[in-house]
Structure formats: structure tokens, C-alpha cells
């Protein structure tokens, strides 16, 4: 399976998105997608599915005898908060399913959606990491100096 990564796309938050490219077999040939199903998905920063966004986009293969498609998500679906996102377009024909375009949306953001009272999806904080350490506490230096007895 060769998986084609796309260049960073960047768009901005409620507008109209257009993301166009050439699928590519695992011989680095171009994938014939006349005959395939095709899926896209939008993952949020921290990795989950952007609903309604994934399955509101529309699909075009605009050369599929040369592997062109092109992917269209309207302003309506696109008001994010503006941050790094991951795209993927799975491809199935028959009972072959992969997935072979994948890359970074990097979402920025539209000072116009607060003038038209448009609100942004906000975007579930990451988890925070893991307490495995000790905090740093500091102690002022005339402590130490008192404790052993200099004071």
C-alpha cells in the first residue's frame, strides 16, 4: 500500500474548502478510481472525528482514470477553531479497502465569523500528561542558611 501524504493545506475557519489530488497505487502508479468507493475524514488536534465535517463532504473524482479527485466542504460544516488538523481518504474496490491520502489541514482563523455572529466548534482539550515527576519546590536560600544552624 503506498499512502500518498499531500502537502499542508491551509484554509480558514467557515469558509468553503476545496482540497484537490492524485492517488497513487503501491507501485507508484496513478489509482485508477473509476470503479472505488471513496471516505474522507477529518480529525480534530487530538484526534477525533470532526462530526458533522467527515460526512458532509462531498467527493468528486474529477480524472479518475488518472487518479484526480477533489474534496469540497461547505463554509457551513468548516467554523473550527483554528488548529492542526489530520485528513485521511480511505479508498475501497471490492474487497480491498485502504487508505491513500493523508496529511495536515491547518485551520486558521476567520475574524469575520465573530463580526457575522458565526461561533466557531470548540475543540475538546488534550488530557493533561501524566504527574510521573515531583514538582520543583523552591525554598528561599536564608532557610537552608537557618537549618544548619548559620543563622
Given at each position: 500500500m503506498a499512502i500518498t501524504y499531500h502537502p499542508d493545506v491551509q484554509v480558514v475557519s467557515g469558509t468553503d474548502w476545496t482540497l484537490?489530488?492524485?492517488l497513487y497505487d503501491a507501485t507508484g502508479k496513478v489509482l485508477d478510481v473509476t470503479n472505488c468507493t471513496l471516505v474522507w475524514t477529518l480529525l480534530d488536534p487530538n484526534g477525533?472525528?470532526?462530526q458533522p465535517l467527515s460526512t458532509d463532504a462531498?467527493?468528486?473524482?474529477?480524472?479518475?482514470?488518472?487518479?484526480?479527485?477533489?474534496?469540497?466542504v461547505d463554509m457551513g460544516d468548516t467554523a473550527l477553531l483554528p488548529g492542526?488538523?489530520?485528513d485521511a481518504l480511505q479508498v475501497s474496490e471490492g474487497t480491498s479497502t485502504d487508505v491513500f491520502?493523508?496529511?495536515?489541514?491547518?485551520?486558521?482563523?476567520?475574524p469575520m465569523n465573530v463580526a457575522n455572529g458565526i461561533v466557531e466548534q470548540p475543540v475538546p482539550p488534550a488530557p493533561p500528561?501524566?504527574?510521573?515527576?515531583?514538582?520543583?519546590?523552591?525554598v528561599p536560600w536564608?532557610?537552608?542558611y537557618r537549618q544548619q544552624g548559620w543563622w
Amino acid at each position: 500500500m503506498a499512502i500518498t501524504y499531500h502537502p499542508d493545506v491551509q484554509v480558514v475557519s467557515g469558509t468553503d474548502w476545496t482540497l484537490a489530488g492524485v492517488l497513487y497505487d503501491a507501485t507508484g502508479k496513478v489509482l485508477d478510481v473509476t470503479n472505488c468507493t471513496l471516505v474522507w475524514t477529518l480529525l480534530d488536534p487530538n484526534g477525533v472525528p470532526v462530526q458533522p465535517l467527515s460526512t458532509d463532504a462531498v467527493i468528486t473524482k474529477t480524472n479518475p482514470a488518472q487518479g484526480a479527485v477533489q474534496i469540497s466542504v461547505d463554509m457551513g460544516d468548516t467554523a473550527l477553531l483554528p488548529g492542526r488538523y489530520t485528513d485521511a481518504l480511505q479508498v475501497s474496490e471490492g474487497t480491498s479497502t485502504d487508505v491513500f491520502w493523508i496529511g495536515n489541514i491547518l485551520v486558521d482563523a476567520n475574524p469575520m465569523n465573530v463580526a457575522n455572529g458565526i461561533v466557531e466548534q470548540p475543540v475538546p482539550p488534550a488530557p493533561p500528561p501524566p504527574q510521573d515527576y515531583y514538582p520543583l519546590v523552591t525554598v528561599p536560600w536564608w532557610v537552608f542558611y537557618r537549618q544548619q544552624g548559620w543563622w
